[in-house]
């Protein structure tokens, strides 16, 4: 075993899972009998030749839009699904959460599906005895134990469920959206208990669409889209890369991870659009701030966003804004085709890419509708700065919806900076700027 191979908790080479479709249900039938072995199914790829690797210790996320094969990948490393070909190899202790039924007979109590679980997983009766109090404080359902679980509603189904999946002292802990539900409270003391089994060295992986917890929580992502192996790397990087899937900017995407393989990051893989020039004309604001040189930026061309500004209270142009003082992003856009309701958009996000706030024309009610080639727009968004002091990364982009569908007409990521000068810091990301009123009695 090679030194890599001894630091890796799960090792996943080459998986494939094919599912074979059928239009009828006959035809099953029919395939199954045919003297001429002939076929009657359309084979479907929930799984393409997939490869990646899990450290220990490692907190690793699977992201991808539905249908893209990360619940099917999990249900691989824990043994419910047999792949078509590929293997796994885990070298640890498992306990997984995945979807809502999985590993529970509900038949059974409470109880008895926690023994059962426990006797799956190797433990002796005597050790889930020892384990049984901490489980059932941690899931907080009552005499409700003692029911079958077919009686439980989803929130005191999943209590149960991550109450046994945390407190089993697991070496590999795998979690498939189960936190989405019950209620904030119980959310929030998941996490914080995921929290404590990550610093204490367990190897967690997991899938959710909340990509706030991805940027959160993980060492590494991983990124699939419709079965295939998209990219891994750093959290913030894969989410942006995400997005453009959302948005269908493929080609966009194929065009970076291109580069990036060839280490031609010069550009940080914009192809689909050139790169804005940020310092050509003297005259525009973009030219007094910090831009990004290593921006993300794309579109489909039909908008671009020319020119930006921020100023502070006093109207200066800045990348250096006063809490507690108001503020104004503005944006200037060039139209390039004719487009029916175009939306302007700003978000603030943290250094780890996490988005903290941020709006756009179509929550805030403004419409813009329609615009024509080679009309010009100047929007701006003006707010109080309430985060706390520190550094932050702007965002913007103008896009829209067009038959239902999502378009990007352009977006810059991270294009410039914000420093928050502030003389308080209160707890968290922003200031609630509580009015505090003490009297003695």
Known sequence: MSELESKLAIKVENITKIYKLYDKPIDRLKE??????????????????LSFHVEKGQTVGIIGTNGSGKSTILKIITGVLTPTTGQVEVNGKISALLELGAGFNMDYTGIENIYMNGTMMGYSKKEMDEKLQDILEFAEIGDFVYQPVKTYSSGMFVRLAFALAINVEPEILIVDEALSVGDVFFQSKCYRRMEEIRQR??????????????IKYCDKVVLLNKGNFVAEGSAGHMVDLYKKIL????????AELAEEKDGAAGNNGRTDLEMTDFSADASLMKTKLTINANRTEYGDGRAEIYDLGLFDGRGNLTNLLIK??????????????????????????????????????????????PVKSGDEYQVEFTQKMTLQGGEYLLSMSCTGFEHGEHVVYHRLYDVANLTVIS???????????????????
């Open 32 to 49: 199954s009998l045919s003297p001429g072995k002939k076929e009657y199914h359309k084979d479907f790829y929930a799984l393409n030749e």
């Open 201 to 214: 060295g367990t190897t967690i992986l997991m899938v959710t669409h909340d990509m706030g917890s991805i």
């Open 247 to 254: 948005a269908g900017q493929m080609e966009s995407l194929d």
């Open 324 to 369: 507690g003082e108001m503020f104004t992003i503005r944006e200037c856009i060039r139209f390039h085709a004719d487009i029916e309701t175009p939306i302007f958009t700003y978000t603030i996000k943290d250094k780890k890419g996490t988005d903290l706030t941020g709006t756009n024309t179509m929550f805030e009610g403004t419409d813009i509708r």
């Open 423 to 441: 003389n308080k810091n209160t707890v968290g990301i922003y200031d609630m700027e509580s009015q505090v009123k003490a009297v003695k009695r």
